[in-house]
């Protein structure tokens, strides 16, 4: 099955740019999306990318994506107390059956 | 709009026990599917039910089961309940065809098995 992995932690000043990484191992998967959890909340869907495009931008967030290397990346650009919060990056195997790491937990410090 | 359902929010079970989740997809959306999210984990994928039918499934055993109704709703219902099935149950809906196939989630069940 598909391997996810990302770093478990982030700490970000309000105000500068966080960059969340995800590692994948299948290279079949046709959609990458990013999710965000909040505290005993369901998942939000941020964002996606399709798998033959390298970068999507939508508004403060910029996916980069280098297939070759399967490595997917997560930038919010002035982060605010808001987007702390838990962090998945889920590739889709099947074009349906979504793979899940341990997720990226961000803190936002004033 | 409304967005995916879930209910009940929260459920408490013992071991051995029978349980079933609900859920109504998003309105327009006519696939669901089911995750097993663990404390400090990311979702697992148990399965996916699109027109009536269980289309894939994830290494569930099959004490996990599910059903999805002509409106589209679905039921997962576990049986023999486990310590280990303690979770977080997630339900997302999606409707393939439709751009990225993107997958909304609704809130959740929490369900505790004592």
């Known amino acids: 099955g598909e391997d996810v992995e990302q770093s478990l932690f982030l700490s970000v000043r309000e105000g500068d740019s966080s960059v969340i990484n995800c590692t994948y191992t299948?290279?079949?998967?046709?959609?990458l999306y990013w999710y965000k959890q909040e505290p005993g909340a369901g998942l939000q869907l941020l964002t996606y990318?399709?798998?033959?495009?390298d970068m999507k931008q939508d508004q403060r967030l910029t996916v980069l994506l280098n297939k070759k290397d399967k490595h997917l990346s997560l930038r919010i650009a002035d982060t605010q107390t808001g987007d702390s919060a838990i962090y998945f990056c889920a590739p889709a195997q099947d074009d349906y059956k979504l793979s899940f790491g341990a997720g990226t937990t961000v803190t936002v410090r004033a | 709009d409304a967005g995916v359902t879930q209910s009940p929010t929260h459920l408490i079970k013992t071991r051995g026990q029978q349980v079933t989740l609900r859920c109504s997809p998003k309105?327009?959306?006519?696939?669901v599917s089911w995750y097993q999210q663990a404390l400090g984990q990311g979702p697992q994928f148990i399965f996916q039910y699109y027109e009536e039918e269980e289309r894939q499934r994830g290494n569930f055993p099959d004490r996990f089961s599910g059903h999805q109704f002509p409106n589209y709703s679905s039921e997962l219902n576990v049986n023999a309940l486990l310590l280990g099935d303690s979770a977080l149950y997630l339900c997302?809906?999606?409707?393939?065809?439709?751009?990225?196939?993107?997958?909304?989630f609704g809130p959740g069940t929490r369900l505790t098995v004592l």
């Open positions: 997302a809906s999606s409707q393939p065809g439709l751009a990225a196939n993107e997958q909304f």
């Open positions: 990318i399709f798998s033959n495009m």
């Open positions: 299948d290279s079949s998967s046709t959609y």
């Open positions: 309105s327009g959306h006519d696939t």
